[in-house]
């Protein structure tokens, strides 16, 4: 594998693919497709135990980006601070806006989906399709915040649940 990537995109750099989460770029490698040669970018997510080629041109249209900024990720962290909004509306639908917030990629609508599905102890119980979902949020969150942060995972989701509850 090459080390030369995008500039935007270098080796050994965590990146954000918007229905997968953090991943790292291992390098870069040349792949001949029919009598093309595309260059594809290396991407590894450890927690899914994945690795994914994604052609360099096609990277940002398909939404791979650097890690938010501190800036972007204390956004996430004002939301998930917020006022959950109540919707009352059919559990099926309100799930199909809360699956593509997650798949975004983008923290600040995935802290809403945390924010609005986070039960407090005094709150009524959560059906198991709202845990999931809880729980997917969280984790997704909770990676690109670790990876910021320099912190692991499990501490990060730990951190962002602390912050719900203190607000």
Do not use: C
Not at 91 to 101: C, D, F, G, L, V
């Amino acid at each position: 594998m090459a080390k030369k990537t995008d500039a935007a995109f270098q080796q050994d750099d965590f990146v954000v693919y918007p229905t997968h989460g953090v991943g790292r770029i291992l390098g870069t490698e040349t792949r001949e497709v029919g009598d093309t040669t595309l260059e594809m970018l290396v991407v590894r997510f450890e927690h899914d135990r994945m690795t994914l080629r994604v052609p360099m041109e096609k990277a940002r249209s398909l939404g791979l980006r650097t890690l938010s900024s501190k800036k972007q990720m204390e956004q996430a962290i004002t939301t998930l601070q917020g006022k959950a909004r109540v919707r009352r509306t059919m559990w099926s639908r309100r799930a199909a806006e809360y699956e593509t917030k997650i798949k975004s990629g983008d923290p600040v609508s995935i802290a809403e989906v945390v924010r609005d599905l986070h039960r407090r102890t005094n709150q009524a119980e959560q059906s198991y399709s709202e845990r999931q979902m809880y729980q997917a949020a969280l984790e997704r969150l909770a990676r690109e915040f670790a990876a910021i942060e320099k912190i692991d995972q499990e501490a990060a989701a730990m951190k962002l649940e602390d912050l719900m509850d203190a607000a």
